[in-house]
């Protein structure tokens, strides 16, 4: 699937979402806390599990950029 590829090839401060090219189906986990899982919703509408589990299917090309977005903005506060 033409949009796991693209999340797959995103680069965010440390975390590596290249695994996430060879999880199959349309549900992939993100190596997020549940603490970042929680600002993804509430500061960003980005809703998945607080395992970090998405709807990959559910991403659309066009809303790439804005999810990369939302995941740089809740790592790199991590990191601070």
Same mark, same amino acid.
């Given at each position: 699937?033409?949009v796991r590829?693209?999340?797959?090839?995103?680069?965010?401060? &440390?975390?590596?979402?290249?695994?996430?090219?060879?999880?199959?189906g349309? #549900?992939? *986990? !993100?190596?997020?806390?549940?603490?970042? @899982?929680?600002?993804?919703?509430?500061?960003?509408?980005i809703?998945?599990?607080? &395992?970090g589990?998405?709807?990959?299917?559910?991403?659309m090309a066009?809303d #790439?950029? *804005? !999810?990369?977005?939302?995941?740089?903005? @809740?790592?790199?506060?991590?990191?601070?």
């Open positions: 699937n033409a590829d693209r999340v797959s090839n995103l680069r965010i401060n &440390s975390l590596d979402l290249s695994r996430l090219a060879q999880q199959n349309m #549900l992939a *986990t !993100f190596p997020l806390s549940k603490g970042q @899982v929680a600002r993804l919703r509430d500061e960003h509408g809703y998945m599990a607080p &395992s589990r998405i709807n990959v299917a559910g991403l066009a #790439l950029d *804005t !999810f990369a977005r939302a995941l740089r903005s @809740v790592l790199i506060d991590a990191a601070a």
